[in-house]
């Protein structure tokens, strides 16, 4: 943010200006992949904010240096603790899986079977959950040990002061720093500077709901038994999560103990890990921002990251006017999630179906949950999109072509005990998901994408219109403006783990085709491609430039075994492709994924059915 000190135009100004007003510049992080030159080492905002600038103004800037050798570094952590990420995925298949016929029972035959497959299975499931929480955390503190150390020798190579750092990064190559005009131009010179964004910040505030039975997690929870146990979950909200009755003061750990408590980080909490939450045995780790202590969304996310959490709950926004439909938060969190194997869920925001997505939403590797009405009742038939007015309500606008198509999809957003409202209590509901899903299959943690595709063939339908303003959009099994995928359905998704029915892979360009069964037993299959954002700084200093994370628009398309389609999907702005198609005929279908744009920069993907 610019801070203002006094007026003075001077010839050195009029220079300086005219010198930044020759430059051609580019949104560098978002652009194509390409090598680019000092010109445009910096963000179209930030040049913009250069232009209204005097001599003695500061601008806040997010400084990027190139990265580190991050395989090297992953390598070292798999030698500390003796075995591999593919060794523990080995470790995982080897657990005897769910007989697929199990899933056709119903009433206590099914009841029996899955609690006689998870006690036969308990003991080698826990076990692989640790041996996938100790690499991770090993991980984690070594790029933290790395990082430090790297980004304290950046800055001394760029000259630039301690006392202007508000926030040196330990997880990724960048550090947050005020600058005047002048030190900023002398900045954009260095040849290990690779990027420059304004740190434009605003303020984060709550965005306040819960309904069980609807999105079937009740019955994940208690009739199959998945409750989050061992799994660790990030909070970061408004302040401290506070004492109550639903809560077991030892399954929350407060970072910072004599903080302020908020009742909207404690509701929150009650959803995710609560008595009556989605899962009530895992692991809270919480923290908040306080601009006071200096804590930002940059340092909070860090601190829980090096808690080792797998998933981290984000039901604050910065509802702020966007200048951005890509902001330098959501570049950051792209980054951090690829690199560092975090899910991040996010609240969609309450402005309305045409307000815009509150940041981080619009983040390519996050999470972004809608909100329905449950009208508190358990019939899943009269939910509606959560809106009251054309002013409150499930946000999900995106600005077009300029940002990511979200929200991803929906979940419940009214809390059954008070009415309270708001998409803030649809996050916290497939975050404990999220953890019920991690028990069952400990290594999907290190797959954002993958969790994304499985959840996204989980929604089983889409909800009514809202009281106002209107929603007009069909189901025909599309993702849509408004809702997304439709309404997450906890027991479809953990039966697409128990069925084995998802793939992980990369790719770069062209088609990849991906092969899959349909057996009798199915009447509709749900396909799903998810991918990540690889915003992972590379390249030479000394040449001047940089590539950058293309963002990748792929085609899904489906084929059954006559090779006749059976649906395509293709959102240009979309992290994630779906296509729905009665079954006719079954046996071995063909998915094919085809890279669209012209960018060749390798991605993860992971794919999924039901």
């Known amino acids: 943010m610019l801070k203002k000190s006094r007026k003075i135009i001077s010839v050195l100004v009029a220079v300086v200006l005219l010198f930044n007003l020759s430059f051609s510049y580019s949104t560098a992080i978002i652009a194509p992949e390409t090598a680019v030159t000092s010109k445009n080492k910096i963000s179209e905002e930030l040049a913009k904010a250069m232009k209204t600038m005097d001599d003695d103004d500061t601008v806040s800037v997010m400084v990027w240096f190139e990265n580190i050798d991050t395989e090297a570094i992953s390598a070292k952590a798999e030698k500390n603790v003796g075995y591999t990420q593919e060794d523990i995925k080995k470790a995982e298949d080897a657990v005897p899986a769910i007989n697929e016929a199990v899933f056709d029972l ?75 005009l002048v030190e900023l131009i002398g900045l954009l010179k260095k040849e290990n500077i ?24 009740d019955y994940t929870r208690d009739t199959l038994g998945f409750d989050g146990y061992g799994v660790k979950i990030g909070l970061l909200d408004g302040g401290n999560v506070g004492s109550h009755s639903e809560l077991t003061s030892s399954q929350i750990t407060n970072i910072f103990p004599n903080g302020t408590i908020s009742s909207h980080a404690t509701t929150v909490a009650r959803i995710i890990c609560g008595s009556n939450g989605v899962a009530p045995n895992a692991q809270m780790f919480a923290t908040y921002m306080d601009s006071n202590a200096g804590r930002t969304i940059y340092s909070e996310v860090e601190r829980l990251i090096n808690q080792g959490v797998s998933v981290i709950n984000f039901s ?60 508190l009742t358990n019939n899943r038939n009269d939910d509606t999109l959560l809106s009251d007015s054309a002013a409150e309500g499930s946000a999900s606008g995106n600005g077009g ?110 088609t990849v085709s991906k092969t899959f ?26 040449g001047g430039g940089y590539t950058t994370a293309v963002a990748p628009n792929l085609k899904l398309q489906v084929y059954n075994p006559s090779n006749t389609s059976m649906g395509l999907s293709n959102i240009p702005t979309s992290s994630v492709e779906l296509v729905h198609f009665t079954v006719g005929t079954t046996g071995t279908h063909t998915a094919k994924i085809t890279r669209m744009d012209s960018g060749t920069n390798t991605f993860d993907y992971a794919v999924a059915w039901h």
């Open 106 to 180: 119903s009433g206590t035959a099914y009841t029996t079977a899955i609690n006689d497959y998870k006690e036969a299975t308990k003991a080698e499931r826990l076990e692989v959950l640790k041996m996938q929480n100790d690499l991770t955390y090993t991980k984690r503190q070594l790029f933290k040990e790395a990082y430090s150390k790297y980004n304290s020798e950046q800055v001394r190579i760029a000259g630039i002061s301690n006392s202007s750092i508000t926030f040196k990064s330990t997880l990724s190559p960048i550090v947050i720093a005020d600058f005047t």
């Open 194 to 217: 690779i990027f420059v964004d304004l740190n434009d910040v605003g303020e984060f505030k709550p965005e306040l709901s819960c309904a069980m039975s609807t999105v079937q997690a």
């Open 316 to 375: 604050l926004g910065d509802d702020s006017p966007r200048t951005s439909y890509y902001d330098e938060v959501e570049k950051w969190i792209d980054h951090v999630a690829y690199q560092h194997k975090v899910t991040f869920v996010k609240s969609s925001g309450n402005g309305g179906v045409n307000s815009d997505v509150t940041s981080p939403g619009l983040a390519y590797n996050i999470i972004t949950v809608g909100g329905t009405d449950t009208q």
């Open 401 to 510: 072509t300029s940002g990511c198509a979200k929200p991803d999809f929906l979940a419940p957003g009214v809390m059954w005990s008070d009415n309270t409202r708001g998409t803030s209590l649809s996050a916290p509901m497939v975050t404990g998901l999220i953890a019920q899903m991690i028990e069952y299959k400990p290594t999907i943690a290190t797959n954002p994408a993958l969790i994304k595709a499985i959840l996204t063939v989980s929604t089983d339908k889409k909800v009514l219109p809202g009281a106002s303003p209107a929603v007009s959009e069909e189901w025909a099994g599309t993702i849509t403006a408004q809702q997304g995928a439709g309404q997450v359905n906890a027991k479809n998704a953990m039966s697409t783990l128990g069925k084995n029915r998802y793939a992980t892979g990369t790719m770069s360009s062209g």
């Open 517 to 542: 069964t349909v057996s009798s037993s199915d009447s509709w299959i749900r396909y799903s491609v998810a991918w990540t954002r690889r915003n992972t700084i590379s390249g030479t200093h000394t």
